[in-house]
């Protein structure tokens, strides 16, 4: 069987699996859409643009679609970490209804603090009650970074005041799949960043288990969706890369598909906000654009039903979905060789300058001395 | 003639073969490019300003990277030559001098003027030791300049280098840090070139021997001191 049978072969049996699991929900996901306004027509090119997103052939589109229509049958259990939210809004925000927005309301999200309407005893009983009932087929996204200093006493949770490290850790081991959705919990986020006092680490630190990263501060809409569909057509893992990322979100750099990289290499830079340069939309690396050395598809996927993204909007990338980028990418506006070493609080060219100067000097006063030294002892010889 | 004149020819020596010669001119002027091209790169100050259709940044990096790579052949061979070539015994014993306390002492000392320069091998201990971490300095910058390559050029041997590159770019903690290694390893070059510079010259009036010729020649000559005669 070449790769593209065993991969259509691999999805028409996990459908199978899905189908044969029972939903939650009276109606079924069609005739939800159905009744939001959203016709078949529609509902079709929407899986035609995920399946391309996700990087698969056209072919799969009807199979995608199949296994859309069954995503009631994944029940979705949503952790807050140490975090603000950010990404679930970006997740949920959009102007009208997405068909992706609506998928994911309508799924069974049995836990996600923001949008439940249980609280206290009773949410964290929903909790327990979903961790049980859907023991081992549960898909956990967990948002926000994990605080672990002081046995992680620095975010608890819930009445019995429970550590978020104890309520990752268990929900981790009966997930079916574990998603850590924007950078915080993929990598820490700012909450890790130095001196990081919360000692706050990504979920894949914290839990034995195999583990996605979406990061993204926030990751786009269409990264969250797509990998959940992902794992929804085959139920596996994606091609991963090094940092366990998706490679059909996080494949190539923000720098390789932007629309201002001819600016980039004719070398027509912005050197100041506002000026002919920026209002040309030339390159904006001279304001500290991090897009070279940060791994997203936000260049093509853009934002907010694809409308725009910081870069057209004149903003350099800040890097936000590289590990550790509050203390690898900043200054925020400025160039990298502009980063503060830490410690020294000073950059490297400050650095490299003052020990250079520090050379020149130490050779003049060095030839100098010689000068005397050897008088002496050209006259001996 | 004068007594002291014939002795200060007899003693010559032939240390550096032309291979070696030549490599350590192109690792000069190669480096000095590289640090000028990748100077461009770090903050562009050209800019062509009146079409985006001459690729002046691009060309620039182009420059760099061929550059780039002439270092990394002319490294590797350097290297191999060191350990393996004909005339690599000289140099290796100077891996005597570096583990031997008196050697760095005598070595120190005679850079303050007190007492002559003593040493087994080619090089002194500080002297070794300075090459050494250049020559680190020259595969840091290589490994770092080709990992920032692979994300560059896709096809050839930048996609079969793809992978393994990425790998100990995560060694290195992301491309960023790469990055900014990549940019310090220029700092390391532009004070070890000054200090090399003086230090060929000065201990060359110092010691009375033989300066920047030894680099083209291959002969070193020295006065001929008392344990010469001896021997
Ligand atoms: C003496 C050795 C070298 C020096 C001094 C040097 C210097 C530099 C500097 C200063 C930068 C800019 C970094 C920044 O933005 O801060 C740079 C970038 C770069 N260097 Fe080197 N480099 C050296 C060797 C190499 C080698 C051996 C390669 C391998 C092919 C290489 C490939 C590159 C590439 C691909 C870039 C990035 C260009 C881009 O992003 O468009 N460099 N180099
Ligand atoms: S704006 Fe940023 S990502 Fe776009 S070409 Fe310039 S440096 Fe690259
Ligand atoms: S453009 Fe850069 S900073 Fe902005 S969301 Fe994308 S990766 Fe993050």
Redesign the pocket.
Known sequence: MNGFDALYAKAEKHIAVLSSLSSTKEESIEQMLEKRGIGRREFMKWAAGVTAMLALPSQFTPLFAQAAKLADRLPLIWLHMAECTGCSEALIRSDAPTVDSLIFDYISLEYHETLMAAAGWQAEANLENAMKTYAGRYILLVEGGVPTAMNGQYLTLGAHARTGLDFVQEAASHAAAIFSIGTCASFGGIQAAAPNPTGAKGVDKVVKQPVINVPGCPPSAANIVGTLMHYLLFGTLPALDMYSRPKWAYGNRIHDLCERRGHFDAGEFVESFGDDGAKEGWCLYKQGCKG?YTFNNCSTERFNQHVNWPIGAGHGCMGCSEPNFWDTMGPLEQ???SHLVMGLNSTVDKIGTTLLTGTVVGIGAHSVASLFMNNKDEKES | MDKRESSGVEHVSFVYSSTNRLLHWIRAV??TG??I???Y???PFLSSGESSDQLI?GEW?SW??L???I??SAGILRIFLFFFGKDSRSELSSLKDEFSLKSWILQLKSYFFIGELQKKGLYGPLQFLAYTVIML??VL??L???I??V??YHQGLAGLLYEPMRVVEVWMGGLATV??I??I??WG??IFIPIHVYMVIWSAIRFKHAALDVMFTGYDYHLKKRGDEER
């Open positions: 070279p160039p990298l060789q | 190669v480096i590289l640090a091209t990748g100077f790169i770090a903050s940044y990096v760099h990277v550059l780039g790579f270092l990394i300095l020259v910058s290589s770092s300049g080709l920032l390559y994300h560059i990055r900014l990549h940019h390893t220029m070059f532009l």
